[in-house]
């Protein structure tokens, strides 16, 4: 009786790591595409910028070049899901007037003129992965030319640009999320968090070149 009872415990045990294994390859949840950074304040789909102490995010959000004048704002997609197989695909990234404008409203801001910003017309995910990121640059020095239109009285107007997803393409069985499909970059000027950046770091001139009266 009780070399069976070790042979039955044996047994279950051996069924239970097979099973184990063996659902540890099977596909979960449904294929849904959306941006991670839609999320991030977990009320709207407001992307901050700075977010946080700026040099301490720099890698994760934005970084900027003295060399170029450029902000590069990191903007991605991801699916949603496990699968054991992981297909890549591809969609348009665009701006979005009318959620710049909403977005605008909320916050009492204005829009960020597209004509200084850079923006990839695609974002694409290799095999093996389920999500990539792209940079989407702001040309700080030409947009320090128009500072009038949005600086008075001694504080900066948050500047509004709305970005959206769409045109996916991958396997059959991936699709757009029901939202975070979109996402409004709020990029305050006028943040404290400028100012914390340490002498000589490149994100430094931020302030140079939009100061305070």
């Known amino acids: 009786m009780k070399a069976f009872k070790i042979i039955l415990t044996a047994a279950l045990s051996l069924a239970l790591c097979a099973c184990g294994k063996e659902d540890a390859n099977k596909d979960y949840g449904f294929a849904k595409v959306y941006i991670p950074q839609a999320t991030v304040t977990g009320i709207d789909n407001s992307y901050p910028i700075p977010m946080g102490p700026f040099y301490q995010n ?32 591809s969609v348009s990234l665009a701006a979005s007037a009318e959620l710049t404008a909403e977005k605008a409203a909320v916050v009492e801001g204005v829009a960020l003129p597209t004509s200084v910003c850079t923006i990839p017309g695609t974002i694409s995910v290799p095999d093996g992965e389920s999500g990539a990121t792209v940079k989407v640059g702001i040309d700080l020095k030409a947009l320090a030319s128009q500072r009038s239109t949005f600086y008075s009285g001694g504080e900066y107007k948050k500047l509004i ?3 959206e997803i769409s045109n996916l393409h991958g396997p059959s069985d991936y699709t757009l999320a029901d939202s975070n499909t979109s996402v409004a970059i709020v990029l305050d000027l006028g943040s404290e968090h400028w100012d914390s950046v340490p002498a000589g770091k490149p994100e430094a001139e931020v302030r140079t070149l939009f100061p305070f009266d």
């Open 58 to 89: 720099s890698k994760y959000t934005c970084s900027y070049s003295k060399e170029t004048g450029k902000l590069d704002i990191v903007v991605g997609v991801i699916r949603s899901g496990y699968f054991a197989v992981q297909k890549g695909y």
């Open 161 to 163: 640009l709305g970005l």
